[in-house]
């Protein structure tokens, strides 16, 4: 059983089109996350979500809206892709986010190419 | 403004010998650091983790120290194996900051 888990694993558009990333964790935590690691192996938090509401917002392009129907899912919708947001983007979750401690658990990742 | 920092892209090791793998930081308000372990085409997974308020976590051959004063970690593997052959990243939290700050990784190899 994967713990946590995204589709797809790739994804290969065209810039300007409009894309999703969907990702569900098995653990049941209570705190989401997404990252991006760009082509420089940054990996940088964008959103965090806890129990279904937004607490960690970093500057991210308002194209990136994060939606979390439920506790266990966490979907990433792009607008508009840009060549720029090619990169990998990893899905996590962890018990709760109180502090800053709890372990984060990684999904395989979803590797965006935007041409 | 990079508060992590893996200043060794790679490092290659004789199996059997041991690993050392450094990390720098700049916020001296984060009071927790830990190592994640990345194989190719695989998400970041947890190796081990330290407070601020000790200077050294061990768990089996993974041993990780922290110098507060240099604002400087290291994680030792002993012995190192070829399993271990993967991209370690270091991580920070803390200073008022729920979220993680990764470094940018130090691809170790371990040779047979």
């Known amino acids: 059983d994967t713990a946590v888990s995204q589709t797809p694993k790739y994804l290969v558009t065209q810039m300007g089109n409009d894309k999703s990333i969907k990702c569900e964790q098995n653990?049941?935590?209570?705190?989401m996350y997404w990252y991006k690691q760009d082509s420089k192996k940054f990996l940088k938090i964008m959103f965090s979500?806890?129990?279904?509401?937004?607490?960690i917002n970093e500057t991210v392009p308002n194209r990136f809206s994060p939606k979390s129907p439920d506790k266990a899912h966490l979907n990433l919708h792009i607008n508009s892709l840009e060549l720029g947001d090619s990169a990998v983007y990893f899905c996590?979750?962890?018990?709760?986010?109180?502090?800053?401690?709890?372990?984060?658990?990684f999904g395989p990742g979803t590797r965006l190419t935007v041409l | 403004d990079q508060q992590v920092k893996q200043n060794s892209p790679s490092l290659s090791v004789q199996e059997g010998r041991i690993s050392i793998l450094n990390c720098d930081y700049t916020?001296?308000?984060?009071?927790?650091f830990l190592w994640y372990k990345k194989y190719p085409a695989e998400g970041p997974t947890f190796l081990i983790s330290?407070?601020?308020?000790?200077d050294k976590n061990e768990d089996g051959r993974f041993t990780v120290f922290l110098n507060k004063s240099a604002k400087h970690l290291s994680l030792h593997i002993v012995p190192s194996q070829p399993g271990d052959s993967a991209v370690y990243f270091c991580?920070?939290?803390?200073?008022?900051?729920?979220?993680?700050?990764f470094g940018t990784g130090t691809r170790l190899k371990v040779l047979a």
């Open positions: 996590a979750s962890s018990q709760d986010w109180v502090g800053g401690t709890d372990t984060q658990y």
């Open positions: 653990l049941g935590h209570d705190t």
């Open positions: 979500y806890n129990n279904k509401e937004l607490i």
């Open positions: 916020n001296s308000m984060f009071d927790y």
């Open positions: 330290i407070s601020s308020i000790k």
């Open positions: 991580a920070a939290s803390g200073g008022g900051t729920y979220k993680y700050i």
